[in-house]
């Protein structure tokens, strides 16, 4: 990680007053995998890298499953890893998705997030 400045997290819309006011909060995964630790999942690479978009588009769809209200809409944060808390720690994701998805289990301060972007999976 010492390579990166930023690190992203894609969460949907309907999460997004929550975190502007809160930050990243680690919660349950919504389709967790045999795990119930309480985390966020993060990515270190481009978010148009095919690899990510179609991650996203696979759980956009497993969402859908369980809401058909929800079209897909996504908000990517942007989050500067230097003002990430320094006791973080975090952990490369078991399930062979690759080295640049991680996770942690330590929440995001709003300071942290720089940037945002609406994205549609």
Known sequence: MKYHKYVYH???IYN???IEE???LAKYAIIPFIS????????????SNPEYV???KSISKQLQIKD???TGDFVEYEVVLKKLPEN???YVD???????????ATDIPIESIRDTENKIY
Not at 94 to 104: M, Q, R
């Open 88 to 90: 973080a720690e975090y």
């Open 36 to 47: 119930n630790t309480q985390r966020i999942y993060l990515y270190l690479g481009n978010t």
């Open 68 to 70: 058909n209200k929800f």
């Open 94 to 104: 078991i399930h062979g998705l690759g080295k640049d998805f991680i996770y942690t």
């Open 16 to 18: 997004a007053e929550s």
């Open 22 to 24: 809160n930050g990243i």
């Open 10 to 12: 894609t969460s949907p």
């Open 54 to 56: 179609n991650m996203m």
